[in-house]
Structures are given as C-alpha cells and as structure tokens.
C-alpha cells in the first residue's frame, strides 16, 4: 500500500468494510507536542461518545508512529469492524515499511443520538498527517486535505467505543 498519507490507505479499507455491513465510529487524535486534537467548540464536544471517539484517533497516531499491529492502545477505544479496519490499515503500512508522523485535526459532530449510541460525523483534516519510510524520508509530499469520516460510538460495559468507521476519501468535506 504506497501512499503519502495514512487516510488515503484508510479510506479504501473502510470503503471495503463499509460495503460489509460496518457503521461509523470516531475517537480522538494528538497532535505531537500539541495536546489532543478537540472537534471545534460545541454541546457536542463534551459528549462521551465523542471523547471517545477523538481518544481512538490519539490511540491511532501513536499506533502509527510505529505501524504497530499489536499496540497496546489500539483497542482502547475501538471494538468490532472499527478496530479490525485500524489493524487492517497499520498491517499494510507494516509491510510496506512506512510509519506516521503528525496527527490529524478534528470536527466532530453528533448527528444522531440515543442513550447508549452515537452516530457522529467528522470533518477529518489529515494535512499534517503524512507517511514515511523507515529510515525518515516523506513516501509522498502530496498534502492530504479534509474528508468526512461517519463513526458509530457505543457504550459498552460502562465506557464508549468506537464499534464502526467510515472514511469517505479525499476533498469530501
């Protein structure tokens, strides 16, 4: 899988999963040195599902630092079809010998809600969120750009997980 970003990968895994019956899913990112990227201010911004959400894409980043399949973060706020889609993506990245650097920036929003579920949607700019190879050299200075990302967030044993995600690729947002 070449590419100069993580989301273009991600965005075809999660067209694959999607077209398998998966729902959306979000979680939380950080920027390095820069704190947790947060959804622009809103009475959405403080809804679990939505922290839960922006703490999956933190747990992603820091994944991808190293295309680490097994980490340990991974499935700390992601479950089902949206935990096999990160694993799918950091596999390929593995394999091709590239990691991550930077993080991606958030606007979340909840566009349906009931007691134990989410549906949220996020418009995800990945342009600080580029692929390297091993030895530090940018895959591809192509800059990323803003996409839709459509996540399903539930509350299971006490806690919200991202159980679904749907990245819609590039330019959608």
Same mark, same amino acid.
């Given at each position: 899988?070449?590419?100069?970003?993580?989301?273009?990968?991600?965005?075809?895994?999660?067209?694959?999963?999607?077209?398998?019956?998966?729902?959306?899913?979000?979680?939380?990112?950080?920027?390095?040195?820069?704190?947790?990227?947060?959804?622009?201010?809103?009475?959405?911004?403080?809804?679990?599902?939505? &922290? %839960?959400?922006? @703490?999956?894409?933190? *747990?992603?980043?820091?994944?991808?630092?190293?295309? +680490?399949?097994?980490?340990? /973060?991974?499935?700390?706020?992601?479950?089902?079809?949206?935990?096999?889609?990160?694993?799918?993506?950091?596999?390929?990245?593995?394999?091709?010998?590239? &990691? %991550?650097?930077? @993080?991606?920036?958030? *606007?979340?929003?909840?566009?349906?809600?009931?007691? +134990?579920?989410?549906?949220? /949607?996020?418009?995800?700019?990945?342009?600080?969120?580029?692929?390297?190879?091993?030895?530090?050299?940018?895959?591809?200075?192509?800059?990323?750009?803003?996409?839709?990302?459509? @996540?399903?967030?539930?509350?299971?044993?006490?806690?919200?997980?991202?159980? +679904?995600?749907?990245?819609?690729?590039?330019?959608?947002?």
């Amino acid at each position: 899988m070449r590419g100069g970003r993580w989301p273009a990968v991600a965005a075809g895994l999660i067209a694959l999963l999607a077209g398998c019956g998966s729902s959306p899913d979000t979680a939380e990112t950080q920027a390095p040195g820069n704190g947790p990227s947060r959804p622009a201010a809103s009475p959405s911004a403080q809804d679990g599902a939505v &922290v %839960a959400y922006l @703490a999956m894409w933190d *747990d992603t980043v820091a994944a991808a630092r190293t295309s +680490d399949v097994d980490h340990p /973060r991974l499935d700390d706020h992601a479950e089902g079809d949206a935990l096999a889609l990160l694993k799918f993506v950091m596999q390929g990245h593995a394999e091709e010998g590239q &990691v %991550a650097r930077g @993080a991606p920036r958030h *606007d979340v929003e909840v566009v349906e809600s009931e007691t +134990d579920r989410r549906e949220l /949607r996020d418009c995800m700019d990945d342009r600080e969120w580029l692929m390297y190879d091993r030895g530090g050299e940018l895959v591809n200075d192509t800059p990323g750009s803003r996409g839709l990302v459509d @996540a399903t967030v539930e509350r299971q044993r006490r806690q919200w997980v991202v159980t +679904d995600l749907v990245m819609h690729g590039a330019a959608t947002c």
